[in-house]
């Protein structure tokens, strides 16, 4: 099977799925986007057909703010071990709506090998803005919880 048959086939796999997917072709370590799904492009709030062609890690870089990985160095470890890496709750910067609104999202980067040689990188892509809302509002409440024990010398409840 083709390197190129292969690319088909997991564009053709990926495009309805409801997931957001990247699939990045790793040659000399230049990351190129070759392709992302309409879930993608939604999610990124891009045209997919400008997203093809650009460097992944240039992009990222753009539009994650904190913790701001080095998605090169990630890039290379994960193609060179032919293994994968999980980003947790990286802060997406939307500069479509104001500074207060903010996304989460984790980014795994998984290898795809093919008879021992890889093929390509896939970029599964999860927002998962409402899990850190709701662990943040626990760390508020449990914080003013032990605020109210303290001033009321209450001890816990």
């Not at 904190?66 to 980003?87: A, R, T």
């Amino acid at each position: 099977m083709t390197e190129e048959r292969n690319f088909s086939n997991l564009a053709i796999a990926y495009n309805d799925l409801p997931a957001p997917i990247l699939i990045i072709h790793p040659e000399k370590h230049e990351f190129i986007i070759q392709f992302i799904n309409k879930a993608g492009a939604d999610l990124l709030q891009t045209d997919e057909h400008q997203l093809i062609g650009s460097n992944f890690a240039t992009y990222f870089s753009e539009i994650i703010s904190s913790p701001q990985p080095d998605w090169q160095y990630f890039l290379q470890q994960v193609s060179e071990q032919k293994n994968e890496h999980v980003f947790r709750a990286l802060k997406y910067i939307d500069k479509g709506k104001p500074a207060t609104a903010s996304q989460y999202f984790d980014i795994h980067l998984k290898a795809i090998v093919v008879n021992g040689i890889l093929s390509h990188l896939i970029v599964a892509i999860t927002e998962v803005t409402d899990k850190i809302e709701e662990k943040d509002l626990l760390i508020k409440k449990d914080k003013f919880l032990n605020e109210t024990q303290r001033v009321s010398r209450n001890g816990t409840w």
